[in-house]
């Protein structure tokens, strides 16, 4: 009896506290009706508007209809979700960032996955004991939660918009691709940091990444990051040039390089000069041996001079012209000297003081090449030079004078069959580095020589179809000093040279101390821009371009060898992210070769036709003679050139 009657009162305690249960809800229920009633009328009162109470109405209905529906709307928010990925970490990478999507809906609560966490280690539906029952849920579609939910009204708001048709998601810096040493088809970046902690190095594809822009101060790592990108493009099989005033590059390179497979494309021309027995390239711009376009050569060193010298058709338009029928006519008796067998008796860009001043050799030359020259040359020669005073050849010789007095620079050029062929390096993916000797007067008009010389070999593969032209990379160090010898060419680099295939890479501490013309055409075309820590005033530029985002604040604080990189993948622009440079000793250990440093060393001069500096410049004093030794082999019977002789001079 007390068995049944202590039944029969839990069930009447049960049945007092449902009911008390059921009263506060129906009181709840009610009263929520209640409030929103008088809501209703006090938008009324407050308004003075009908409008506005049949909103409100309106909005009463729906919040009602949404209190009464709270089980069935709960039951239709759950989602299941599956990652599955080959690469480690890469699953929980991406179901982070599914998560992180679904903030759109969070308000006071969020969507989070379910399971609990313990130090390190986390317990969820994709462990022991509950991955059975989520992988049944799963393949038998089982969504229903395991308890009722509350949706709030704040989280529905991000569904009550027009319905997409398409989605468009941003490229994200995990969906860049992952270096890989000796793929052709990739170029080295940097190291990346993704959500997981987990650092990898990340590349663009090279057929994309068209021009390279790195800015930073000194030290920052802008150099080491291109030289690691160098060197593994190089051991992928690509060609390249990388030209340092300051040849620091070079020695921090040698270990990475020295392998057998490599020795045979790498050329060093080394114009420092340095020890008592150093050893110097060649290289004759006016050389014709090689089959180059006689027009193109002198058009070539034309521009050349006015670039270093600052002359245009304003300020200079005689000497410009002297030069240019100068070099016409030199083009064209290395032009018969090839034709003839003898390319060893070419003339070098110093016999245009003979050309101009030397009446004997001129009119041996004019004689030799009549045939050669068109007629308004002809006539140039004939009519207009003997009318010009001899101080009119001042601005002409004074820079020639300038390259004759420095002992490198006039064995480097003048040598009648020069080795340094850039377009048959671009052609055969040769390994290049050229170390100019610094940035004065001489050291810029001979950079100004050698940019447009690139720049005339790029354009010249026009005689090549498209797709057989082989991917050459010229990498530019110190734009700020190159730019100074050759503004103009190294802009047009940046505009035309895609369409050879050609494709530049330039570092600069400032952008802002480039000519405009280098600044606009760099930034414009540039497929990477990154930069390192700096002054703000520094990074300001390169920051606009990203709409400040990061800010100069942001970028100036970075740590040391840290980079902002913006990139382009599948034709979509990534970033800027932040990377880490890449350290030569880190991230090409395996490559390292220092006892083959030595072998490398004398591979390379080899390679670009080195001899010692006596030699060349005894074989440069010695040329003159030579080349007018076969202008008088081939002087024509009864030839005659008419100057006038009270205007000549010895």
Not at 135 to 156: I, K, S, Y
Not at 577 to 605: K, M, N, T
Not at 626 to 631: E, I, Q, Y
Request: aromatic share 8%; glycine share 8%; with cysteine.
């Amino acid at each position: 009896m007390n068995t049944v009657h202590s039944l029969m009162l839990a069930g009447q305690l049960d049945d007092l506290g449902n009911s008390w249960i059921n009263m506060f809800k129906e009181w709840a229920t009610k009263g929520l009706q209640a409030g929103l009633i008088c809501l209703v009328v006090v938008i009324m009162i407050q308004k003075f508007s009908l409008k506005a109470g049949i909103g409100a109405l309106l909005l009463m209905v729906f919040a009602l209809g949404l209190y009464n529906s709270r089980n069935e709307l709960a039951n239709m928010f759950t989602l299941l979700v599956m990652c599955a990925s080959n690469t480690a970490g890469r699953v929980q990478a991406r179901l982070a960032q599914l998560q992180a999507a679904f903030d759109v809906f969070g308000g006071r609560s969020r969507w989070a996955m379910r399971g609990w966490r313990l130090g390190p280690w986390r317990f969820g539906a994709d462990h022991w004991p509950t991955r059975h029952g989520f992988e049944r849920r799963w393949n038998q579609g089982h969504c229903q939660p395991p308890r009722a939910n509350w949706v709030r009204l704040d989280e529905l708001t991000g569904l009550l918009k027009p319905p997409t048709a398409n989605c468009r998601l941003p490229v994200l810096a995990g969906d860049l691709p992952t270096f890989a040493f000796g793929e052709s088809e990739l170029l080295l970046q940097g190291i990346y940091r993704g959500p997981d902690g987990r650092e990898r190095l990340v590349a663009t594809y090279a057929e994309e990444t068209l021009f390279e822009v790195g800015v930073g101060k000194t030290g920052g790592g802008k150099t080491e990051r291109a030289l690691a990108q160098a060197i593994g493009w190089a051991h992928a099989g690509g060609g390249l040039i990388f030209v340092d005033p300051h040849r620091g590059s070079w020695p921090r390179a040698l270990p990475f390089l020295a392998h057998d497979t490599l020795m045979p494309r790498i050329a060093l021309v080394d114009l420092n000069g340095l020890g008592p027995n150093s050893r110097v390239s060649s290289w004759n711009p006016l050389a014709m041996h090689q089959g180059q376009t006689a027009h193109e050569v002198v058009e070539a060193i034309a521009d050349a001079y006015a670039s270093a010298l600052a002359w245009d058709d304003a300020t200079a338009p005689r000497a410009l012209t002297i030069l240019t029928a100068a070099l016409t006519v030199l083009v064209a008796v290395n032009e018969a000297a090839c034709q003839a067998g003898q390319p060893e008796d070419q003339a070098t860009i110093f016999h245009v003081r003979a050309l101009l001043t030397d009446t004997a050799f001129r009119k041996a030359a004019l004689a030799t090449v009549a045939g050669r020259l068109d007629e308004e040359t002809r006539s140039w020669w004939q009519s207009v030079f003997p009318t010009l005073p001899p101080d009119a050849f001042a601005v002409v010789l004074n820079p020639i004078a300038r390259l004759a007095a420095n002992p490198v620079t006039r064995a480097f050029l003048g040598q009648p069959v020069g080795v340094y062929n850039i377009r048959a390096a671009m052609d055969s993916k040769m390994i290049v580095w050229v170390c100019p000797g610094g940035n004065g007067p001489t050291d810029r008009l001979l950079t100004a020589l050698l940019a447009r010389d690139l720049l005339r070999a790029a354009r010249s593969r026009r005689d090549t179809p498209e797709e057989k032209r082989v991917p050459f990379r010229p990498y530019f160090d110190e734009l700020i000093t190159l730019t100074g010898a050759a503004p103009e060419t190294i802009a047009a680099m940046f505009e035309d040279l895609r369409k050879y295939r050609c494709h530049i890479h330039g570092m600069t501490q400032l952008l802002a101390r480039l000519p405009a013309a280098v600044r606009l055409s760099l930034v414009q075309n540039a497929s990477t821009l990154a930069t390192t820590a700096g002054s703000k005033s520094a990074v300001a530029p390169i920051t606009a371009e990203w709409g400040d985002n990061p800010s100069p604040d942001r970028v100036a604080t970075m740590d040391r060898f840290e980079h902002y990189v913006s990139m382009n993948v599948h034709g979509r622009r990534i970033g800027p992210i932040q990377l880490r440079g890449p350290h030569l000793d880190d991230l090409f250990a395996a490559q390292a070769g220092p006892r083959e440093v030595p072998a490398l060393e004398r591979a390379a001069q080899a390679n670009a036709g080195a001899l010692p500096l006596d030699q060349l410049t005894d074989r440069a004093a010695q040329q003159l003679g030579r080349v007018t030794a076969f202008l008088a082999a081939h002087y024509p019977a009864g030839a005659a050139v008419h100057l006038s002789k009270e205007n000549e001079w010895k």
